[in-house]
């Protein structure tokens, strides 16, 4: 597949250019991408191909260049990383597109419609409507599925629902529940009623900047649920393998099931996240330690010993003298696998430099003057289980 920049916001919506020469962008009509747009630089950025990796390359604009909201000099492209140019976004594609996404394609195909603009969700438009039968077989669905929200069981009840019903709506078609992960262009899959679901995803990225429903070209739906921290995920319908295509009834009833999930789906992912603050919280309080505290801090504290006492690694404890380091030692020892095992503690400041290697490593008998015994080393001493060096420095 050869790369190609693809436009999907700003004058030039819908473009692509292969990626197989330099791209010059900017004001000027000099540049292989001209864009009329007095926020952008005469010769602004360049996307470039050098030794095998896709750039984007900023020629000090006075705006700016940004890659998935970051503002870059030069930076690599991996395939679905956005560029910001002024008003434009462009998206940088390294594999094969379905047909119906690729840019080029009549505007005609591809559809879009505001939650709001439901006519299953205002009276007005739907009583005009009232005669088809269609219609009223996804009025009876959506009143259905309205019904057995208050049965469904948790965040995988509830999205499994989610999908469920936007299945029946074209039963040769997939359907999917995304939450947006934070990163650009990453989802974390709810549910999904195909296991081989494939993301269309620049039919997804658009619903959720344009925070409404995507049709493109009868082939992928994509329709964001908003609550009221913004988009808290995306219901998609994939019908790429069906044998029916999908229309604006289609997209008409997905605004509605997006509509009347949207607060118990938002309520379910706060429910989940905060399932997940309370367990990290109860780890750091079933620690064993003989700190006190409850302070932000020493919670940080906690974490801290939690995270570093399962394992094999070498653990620095960094404070003043006084602040409690051999507490954290301790209790990092106590919460380890080798807890059964000696905590041994050096004062390396009492130690003198002729003392040093026979304290750490021990001697046999006889190995100098004065050595009438054989005498183990504390790191020997401290074998299976923590040894704790004072004062390193």
Same mark, same amino acid.
């Given at each position: 597949?050869?790369?190609?920049?693809?436009?999907?916001?700003?004058?030039?919506?819908?473009?692509?250019?292969?990626?197989?020469?330099?791209?010059? /962008?900017?004001?000027?009509?000099?540049?292989?991408?001209?864009?009329?747009? +007095?926020?952008?630089?005469?010769? #602004?950025? @360049?996307?470039?191909?050098?030794?095998?990796?896709?750039?984007?390359?900023?020629?000090?604009?006075?705006?700016?260049?940004?890659?998935?909201? &970051?503002?870059?000099?030069?930076?690599?492209?991996?395939?679905?990383? &956005?560029?910001?140019?002024?008003? $434009?976004?462009?998206?940088?594609?390294?594999?094969?597109?379905?047909?119906? +996404?690729?840019?080029?394609?009549?505007?005609?195909?591809? !559809?879009?419609?505001?939650?709001?603009?439901?006519?299953?969700?205002?009276?007005?438009?739907?009583?005009?409507? @009232?005669?088809?039968?269609?219609?009223? !077989?996804?009025?009876?669905?959506? +009143? =259905?599925?309205?019904?057995?929200?208050?049965?469904?069981?948790?965040?995988?009840?509830?999205?499994?629902?989610?999908?469920? /019903?936007?299945?029946?709506?074209?039963?040769?078609?997939?359907?999917?529940?995304?939450?947006?992960?934070?990163?650009?262009?990453?989802?974390?899959?709810?549910?999904?009623?195909?296991?081989?679901?494939?993301? @269309?995803?620049?039919?997804?990225? &658009?619903?959720?900047?344009?925070?409404? =429903? *995507?049709?493109?070209?009868?082939?992928?739906?994509?329709?964001?649920?908003?609550?009221?921290?913004? /988009?808290?995920?995306?219901?998609?319908?994939?019908?790429?393998?069906?044998?029916?295509?999908?229309?604006?009834?289609?997209? &008409?009833?997905? @605004?509605? *099931?997006?509509?009347?999930?949207?607060?118990?789906?938002?309520?379910?992912?706060?429910?989940?996240?905060?399932?997940?603050?309370?367990?990290?919280?109860?780890?750091?309080? #079933?620690?064993?330690?003989?700190?006190?505290?409850?302070?932000?801090?020493?919670?940080? *504290?906690?974490?801290?010993?939690?995270?570093?006492?399962?394992? !094999?690694?070498? /653990?620095?404890?960094?404070?003043? $003298?006084?602040?409690?380091?051999?507490?954290?030692?301790?209790?990092?020892?106590?919460? $380890?696998?080798?807890?059964?095992?000696?905590?041994?503690?050096?004062?390396?400041?009492?130690?003198?430099?002729?003392?040093?290697?026979?304290?750490?490593?021990? #001697?046999?008998?006889?190995? %100098?003057?004065?050595?009438?015994? !054989?005498?183990? =080393?504390?790191?020997?001493?401290?074998?299976?289980?923590?040894? %704790?060096?004072?004062?390193?420095?």
């Amino acid at each position: 597949m050869e790369p190609r920049i693809i436009a999907i916001a700003g004058p030039l919506e819908g473009a692509a250019w292969p990626l197989d020469r330099e791209l010059t /962008v900017g004001r000027d009509k000099a540049n292989a991408i001209f864009i009329d747009d +007095l926020s952008i630089s005469r010769r #602004h950025c @360049a996307f470039v191909v050098e030794g095998g990796r896709c750039m984007v390359r900023d020629f000090g604009s006075s705006n700016g260049s940004f890659v998935n909201g &970051q503002p870059v000099t030069e930076r690599s492209l991996e395939h679905g990383d &956005q560029v910001r140019i002024g008003r $434009s976004i462009f998206r940088f594609s390294s594999r094969e597109e379905p047909a119906a +996404l690729r840019p080029g394609s009549k505007v005609g195909a591809t !559809q879009v419609l505001k939650l709001e603009d439901s006519r299953l969700l205002r009276p007005d438009l739907l009583h005009a409507a @009232a005669q088809s039968e269609r219609l009223r !077989q996804q009025m009876d669905a959506l +009143l =259905g599925f309205v019904s057995s929200l208050a049965g469904s069981s948790g965040l995988d009840g509830l999205s499994g629902r989610i999908a469920d /019903v936007l299945a029946g709506s074209l039963p040769s078609a997939s359907a999917a529940v995304l939450c947006p992960s934070g990163e650009p262009g990453e989802y974390e899959f709810l549910a999904r009623t195909a296991a081989g679901f494939e993301i @269309a995803p620049e039919v997804v990225e &658009q619903a959720i900047a344009e925070g409404a =429903g *995507v049709l493109a070209g009868g082939d992928a739906l994509a329709m964001p649920v908003r609550g009221g921290s913004g /988009v808290v995920a995306v219901v998609c319908l994939d019908a790429r393998n069906a044998a029916e295509r999908l229309d604006e009834d289609h997209l &008409q009833f997905a @605004a509605a *099931v997006a509509g009347v999930s949207a607060l118990p789906l938002e309520n379910a992912l706060r429910i989940r996240s905060l399932e997940a603050e309370n367990r990290r919280l109860l780890d750091e309080i #079933h620690i064993e330690h003989d700190m006190v505290g409850e302070s932000g801090r020493m919670r940080e *504290v906690f974490t801290f010993v939690s995270k570093a006492a399962p394992t !094999q690694s070498t /653990v620095l404890i960094r404070g003043e $003298s006084g602040t409690g380091k051999e507490l954290v030692a301790r209790a990092i020892h106590r919460n $380890s696998p080798r807890a059964r095992g000696p905590f041994v503690a050096i004062n390396c400041a009492a130690l003198t430099e002729t003392l040093l290697e026979s304290e750490l490593f021990g #001697h046999e008998k006889g190995a %100098f003057t004065g050595a009438v015994t !054989q005498k183990r =080393g504390r790191i020997e001493d401290a074998s299976g289980g923590t040894l %704790f060096m004072d004062d390193i420095g």
